[in-house]
T-cell receptor, first 110, second 108 residues
Framework: NAGVTQTPKFQVLKTGQSMTLQCAQDMNHEYMSWYRQDPGMGLRLIHYSVGAGITDQGEVPNGYNVSRSTTEDFPLRLLSAAPSQTSVYFC?????????FGPGTRLLVL | GEDVEQSLFLSVREGDSSVINCTYTDSSSTYLYWYKQEPGAGLQLLTYIFSNMDMKQDQRLTVLLNKKDKHLSLRIADTQTGDSAIYFCAKGFQKLVFGTGTRLLVSP
């Protein structure tokens, strides 16, 4: 199993650009989520999904959209990037009480 | 909402024990986790405990939970330089709330 994979590893955007951060898992987990990590702070939940076709907001959802058309994929969309969205983004999937995190995408918005 | 706090930094010598502390505000029943993050990497689950337990031991790791004081700790026995990393406590099940992380530095 590849586990949780994320692409790209690193991205630079200009303010106002849009992009999609990809996340995939091959463990057939129903639950997936997106977090962002900022310096001096813990991870904060952006959006999560309990299964295909079902998504919900986390603690910091503004500026981000998600969809879940398959069990495997959970992309995170930035519609109009802002400098405040400069962060490291982690995707995770969960089985039981254990969450598995991807390696992260480092995003810089200029 | 839930608040999870950790001290920012801990420095120990190789071979000593390390104790990383975490406090939280919401006493509802749930899971409490310890994650390790090495530079440039994702989060690695180290261990977890359910809130009705007091202690859990897993090789060099011991987790202690004081429900009255809402205090969670992670003890690493015989700390090695490879244990240098940031350690996060987290609380919850579907929605995890993370502490700010404790940077552990182990010197030879």
């Amino acid at each position: 199993n590849a586990g949780v994979t994320q692409t790209p590893k690193f991205q630079v955007l200009k303010t106002g650009q849009s992009m999609t951060l990809q996340c995939a898992q091959d463990m057939n987990h129903e639950y997936m989520s997106w977090y962002r990590q900022d310096p001096g702070m813990g991870l904060r939940l952006i959006h999560y999904s309990v299964g295909a076709g079902i998504t919900d907001q986390g603690e910091v959802p503004n500026g981000y959209n998600v969809s879940r058309s398959t069990t495997e994929d959970f992309p995170l969309r930035l519609l109009s990037a802002a400098p405040s969205q400069t962060s490291v983004y982690f995707c995770a999937s969960r089985e039981g009480e254990t969450q598995y995190f991807g390696p992260g995408t480092r995003l810089l918005v200029l | 909402g839930e608040d999870v706090e950790q001290s920012l930094f801990l420095s120990v010598r190789e071979g000593d024990s390390s104790v990383i502390n975490c406090t939280y505000t919401d006493s509802s029943s749930t899971y409490l986790y310890w994650y390790k993050q090495e530079p440039g990497a994702g989060l690695q689950l180290l261990t977890y405990i359910f809130s009705n337990m007091d202690m859990k031991q897993d090789q060099r790791l011991t987790v202690l939970l004081n429900k009255k004081d809402k205090h969670l700790s992670l003890r690493i026995a015989d700390t090695q330089t490879g244990d240098s990393a940031i350690y996060f406590c987290a609380k919850g099940f579907q929605k995890l709330v993370f502490g700010t992380g404790t940077r552990l530095l182990v010197s030879p």
